[in-house]
């Protein structure tokens, strides 16, 4: 029975089989943290928000060109059910939600900031585990670095976290040591997800060749 | 014969057997795939997934599909509602007699 339940697993881990999701995962948490950490003199500080609306746009579609001309011949379409991605998208926007409500408490109750973000990485961690490391092994360590960071996170100085954020665009609608702490760990999680996910590529790459070609 | 006996002679013999089971199992959590998906996660040859997905296809357990993705013609294998209400019943089974 539990082989048949693997089985049934099975078609959730395909979306990530190319490393695509983390990709575009890192990309996101990179993304942000770049518009996060700009001056806020600079001139792409009136339009930051527009380009985090043209990426969350952009990479979804740029996810979907890649799988036509990568994924799909080599090892195949699978169309997920309805209910399925409907489930995602709650979920995504549930946690989109919350982390805004989130830091308000926090601030709101004056609690430690870097505490919070240990939590939330940790919390990062279980969903990749449960996510993307059940289905490839050498994940797990992925799984790890990340909580590892989150714990690493929760014990950075103060005032280093604060220098992160200092003079940037976050320093003016948050304090600073919250601005910095969001930079540091997205970037911590978006670089730990692009190498994940580039490594995962080039291995299906390198092992994978559309029939045609595994014919010749 | 015993209960337990008997709970294992009524399993669907359609989808009892490893290849089908794989590719029903497969379908049974998607809403379809393309033959080279199944070829790809049950490692059969062409030859055999053909026979067992005409064998599921003659139960009713499995319809093809002729869609578009965007202006590429696409061959899609879907599980039809028979098809999911016989895996559910099997697994029901399948528990009980283990």
């Not at chain 1, 009136?46 to 979804?60: E, H, R, V, Y």
């Not at chain 1, 992160?164 to 948050?174: E, G, I």
């Not at chain 2, 809403?31 to 490692?43: A, N």
Request: aromatic content about 8%; glycine content about 10%.
């Amino acid at each position: 029975m539990d082989q048949v339940g693997a089985l049934l697993d099975r078609p959730k881990f395909y979306y990530n089989i190319d490393g695509l999701g983390e990709l575009s995962g890192g990309l996101m948490f990179l993304g942000i943290a770049l518009l996060l950490s700009l001056p806020a003199d600079s001139v792409w500080h009136k339009i930051s928000w527009f380009i985090l609306l043209g990426l969350t746009l952009a990479i979804p579609h740029g996810i979907k060109a890649i799988k036509t001309h990568i994924t799909y011949p080599r090892t195949g379409f699978v169309e997920y059910r309805k209910s399925d991605r409907r489930r995602t998208s709650v979920i995504g926007g549930m946690a989109g939600a919350l982390i805004p409500l989130g830091l308000f408490v926090a601030m709101r109750h004056r609690w430690e900031i870097a505490t919070l973000a240990s939590l939330a990485g940790l919390i990062l961690a279980a969903a990749y585990a449960y996510r993307v490391a059940r289905a490839v092994r050498w994940k797990w360590i992925v799984a790890c670095a990340i909580a590892l960071g989150s714990i690493v996170i929760g014990f950075l100085p103060a005032d280093v976290l604060a220098a992160m954020a200092n003079d940037s665009l976050v320093t003016h609608p948050l304090r600073a040591r919250l601005g910095g702490t969001i930079v540091v760990s997205f970037i911590a999680y978006g670089a730990m997800l692009m190498i994940s996910g580039g490594i995962s590529l080039w291995l299906y790459l390198r092992n994978t060749h559309p029939p045609a070609q595994e014919e010749q | 014969m015993n209960p337990q006996s008997r709970t294992i002679a009524e399993l669907d013999r359609v989808i009892h057997e490893p290849g089908r089971l794989m590719v029903v199992a497969l379908l049974f959590a998607i809403d379809g795939s393309d033959f080279l998906y199944l070829q790809h996660e049950t490692g059969m040859n062409k030859g055999t997934l053909s026979s067992h997905l005409s064998r599921l296809e003659e139960a009713g357990y499995v319809e093809v599909v002729k869609t578009y993705r965007g202006k590429v013609p696409q061959t899609l294998l879907r599980l039809t509602g028979a098809g999911r209400r016989a895996f559910d019943h099997y697994r029901r089974k399948l528990k009980e007699a283990l």
